[in-house]
């Protein structure tokens, strides 16, 4: 079954987001290059302080793989911080 997560990233501030705007290319890079990962979308809103994200992995192994390695990477120590509105389910 996959798992499906949706939701915003929220910056408090202009130098939250120019965080986010540094480190999220490299971020997307190596989401969709893991194994598991079937789509992994994050883009800008008509709020420059917040971004919506779309993500689906094949199954709760591969989005905990990707939890994993996500935790580990210089986007978490970036952004550590920054509200994350996530919501996850399964289809």
Avoid: N
Wanted: aromatic residues 8%; charged residues 25%.
């Amino acid at each position: 079954m996959r798992l499906h997560l949706s939701g915003r990233l929220i910056c408090a501030s202009p130098a939250e987001a120019a965080r986010v705007r540094a480190h999220l290319p490299e971020h997307i890079r190596l989401t969709r290059a893991e194994p598991g990962c079937v789509t992994f979308d994050v883009y800008p809103t008509e709020d420059p302080l917040v971004w919506a994200l779309d993500e689906t992995f094949i199954d709760q192994a591969a989005f905990e793989a990707h939890q994993a390695r996500a935790k580990a990477s210089d986007w978490a120590r970036e952004t550590a911080g920054i509200t994350r509105d996530f919501r996850t389910w399964q289809a």
